[in-house]
């Protein structure tokens, strides 16, 4: 159904495929990461995707169904954005916080000082 186009699918293998020993990688489906000598190289597609597919959870890329794939996929990028918005909620409902009782501290002493030299 969804076929890799052959010029993408020349970049990238997996880890198995290149290796003649039996490795961690063998079951764990990660792709061979070439190596770069700049961040131009580290831009390209052959190593970029590597490295995205290998940021993966081991359970998503062990999924075979493209379906189930998207699914597993769309939940954990969904998951990951929910969380990113709350830690930015809560960071700037601290700084806000900060803000406020730093601003309340410096009021208070300020008006501490005053009286005291209206005495």
Same mark, same amino acid.
């Given at each position: 159904?969804?076929?890799?186009?052959?010029?993408?699918?020349?970049?990238?293998? $997996? %880890? =198995?495929? @290149?290796?003649?020993?039996?490795? !961690?990688?063998?079951?764990?489906?990660?792709?061979? *990461?070439?190596?770069?000598?700049?961040?131009?190289?580290?831009?390209?597609?052959?190593?970029?995707?590597?490295?995205?597919?290998?940021?993966? $959870? %081991? =359970?998503? @890329?062990?999924?075979?169904?493209? !379906?189930?794939?998207?699914?597993?996929?769309?939940? *954990?990028?969904?998951?990951?954005?929910?969380?990113?918005?709350?830690?930015?909620?809560?960071?700037?409902?601290?700084?806000?916080?900060?803000? $406020?009782?730093?601003?309340?501290?410096?009021?208070?002493?300020?008006?501490?000082?005053?009286?005291?030299?209206?005495?």
């Amino acid at each position: 159904m969804h076929q890799t186009p052959m010029y993408l699918a020349a970049d990238i293998q $997996l %880890a =198995v495929d @290149r290796s003649r020993q039996n490795l !961690r990688s063998a079951t764990d489906r990660t792709c061979f *990461l070439p190596r770069t000598h700049n961040t131009f190289g580290d831009r390209s597609f052959s190593v970029a995707g590597p490295r995205v597919w290998n940021s993966l $959870l %081991a =359970v998503l @890329r062990l999924e075979m169904q493209f !379906r189930a794939f998207r699914r597993q996929l769309k939940t *954990l990028l969904f998951s990951r954005w929910q969380l990113r918005r709350i830690v930015t909620f809560f960071m700037r409902l601290i700084n806000t916080l900060i803000y $406020l009782l730093t601003y309340i501290l410096f009021t208070k002493n300020e008006f501490n000082t005053n009286n005291c030299t209206h005495t």
